[in-house]
Antibody
């Protein structure tokens, strides 16, 4: 059974760093892109970027480039999303989802989401 | 402002048919398959329709998708109260080199 299991909720202060994770199982982790999607409170889905664990290729939404960084450790089938300095506006639920190809396949499995709260 | 345009809301009565539109351009819907996701409050999105009109295993055939040119639509026949959710369209965009989502439609 394909599963993406994300790390638990986080409460952080502005300026702090954070790394959340997304662990895949039940499929060949290296052969699927892992995308990250932000959902701010009461708002829609925003694509942040996508990472290919097989060769570490990646693409960022320009709106998020420089604000976050994506990575993965294929030896433990885990992808990461990282912030160096959080802002209150980073408060949101973050979802990971897998995608076989960038341009003609969907996000077919999603993680349960990680709630990140940034507040002083 | 989302690259793909959806109406913010849609409504229907049980048993009726509802339709949600998704409008894009030549670099996204006009060139690539459209996917649709369903999201209930407090839960992760779920793939509902892929490749314009294909249903993943487990999705009832009451849900159908179509595409024409740079626009797509999701239709739900025999509406049920359990269909109350947010619906999002999505496609790859060649110009932006990005995945793009619609703003979402709340179905009541």
């Amino acid at each position: 059974e394909v599963q993406l299991v994300q790390s638990g909720a986080e409460v952080k202060k502005p300026g702090e760093s954070l790394k959340i994770s997304c662990k895949g199982s039940g499929y060949s982790f290296a052969n699927y892109w892992i995308g990250w999607v932000r959902q701010m409170p009461g708002k829609g889905l925003e694509w942040m970027g996508i990472f290919y664990p097989g060769d570490s290729d990646y693409k960022y939404n320009p709106s998020f480039q420089g604000q976050v960084s994506m990575s993965a450790d294929k030896s433990i089938s885990t992808a990461y999303l990282q912030w160096r300095s959080l802002k209150a506006s980073d408060t949101a639920i973050y979802y990971c989802a897998r995608r076989l190809y960038l341009d003609n396949r969907p996000f077919d499995y999603w993680g349960q989401g990680t709630l990140v709260t940034v507040s002083s | 402002q989302s690259v793909l345009t959806q109406p913010p809301s849609a409504s229907g009565t049980p048993g009726q048919r509802a339709s949600i539109s998704c409008s894009g351009g030549s670099s996204n819907i006009g060139s690539h398959p459209v996917n649709w996701y369903q999201q209930f409050p407090g839960t992760a999105p779920r793939l509902l329709i892929y490749n314009n009109n294909q249903r993943p295993s487990g999705v009832p055939d009451r849900f159908s998708g179509s595409k024409s040119g740079a626009s797509a639509s999701l239709a739900i026949s025999g509406l049920q109260s359990v269909d109350e959710a947010d619906y999002y369209c999505e496609a790859w965009d060649d110009t932006l080199k990005s995945v793009v989502f619609g703003g979402g439609t709340k179905l009541t």
